[in-house]
Every structure is written in structure tokens, then in C-alpha cells.
């Protein structure tokens, strides 16, 4: 790969890391209804995600995922199963969330 094309890749991931999104909102509230140590626990969690991806989007891995329908597959189902499970533990979880409104009036 040549360094040009690296260099605007890192930029890009970057800006992408850096520009406000759901993941924002998420270290937000998390910040809100339990403190800075659990935003900064969320952000850690984040920035990890991202460079996880950026990892395997520089390696090429995502041109596998999109090339082998198995792999994709596989990825794809693991992926459902996991957000089953974060689903199911959010219905049984005791604590009250932030309602979106209350989050929205205290960000802006």
C-alpha cells in the first residue's frame, strides 16, 4: 500500500473517530446518569471498536467478509446473537435509562 493512501486512511479514521455520532450520545449519557468514569469506559469501549475496525479494514479482512459468503454469513449471525443478548439484558435491567428527551434538553 503506498504511504499516501495509508496516510489519507488514518486521516479519514480519524475524522470518522472524532466527528459526533451515536457513539457521542452514548458516552454522554453514560456520563450523565453514571459519572466520568463510566463515559470514560465507554470512550475506552469505543475507541477500541474503531480501531478494531480500522484494523481489519486495513488488513483487508472486509474484502473477505464481502468476497466468502460462509465468513459473512457466520459474522452476520454471531452479530444477531449478540445483540439478542444485549436486548434480553436490557429488558431485565432494573435501572432506569435516561429518556432521549431529558439526554437531548441536557446536551443542547
Same mark, same amino acid.
Given at each position: 500500500?503506498? !504511504? ?73 449471525? !454471531?452479530?444477531?446473537?449478540?445483540? !439478542? ?12 435509562? !435516561? ?10
Amino acid at each position: 500500500m503506498d !504511504i499516501n493512501i495509508w496516510l489519507l486512511f488514518c486521516a479519514t479514521e480519524l475524522l470518522l473517530c472524532l466527528s459526533p455520532g451515536p457513539a457521542v450520545y452514548y458516552v454522554v449519557s453514560h456520563g450523565i446518569s453514571s459519572g466520568y468514569k463510566a463515559s470514560a469506559v465507554a470512550n475506552i469501549g469505543i475507541v477500541t471498536g474503531s480501531a478494531l475496525y480500522f484494523s481489519l479494514s486495513a488488513t483487508g479482512i472486509g474484502t473477505l467478509l464481502s468476497s466468502s459468503y460462509l465468513f459473512f454469513s457466520i459474522v452476520k449471525w !454471531i452479530g444477531a446473537a449478540y445483540l !439478542i443478548w444485549l436486548g434480553i439484558n436490557l429488558i431485565q435491567q432494573k435501572t432506569a435509562i !435516561i429518556p432521549y428527551q431529558r439526554l437531548l434538553a441536557i446536551v443542547l
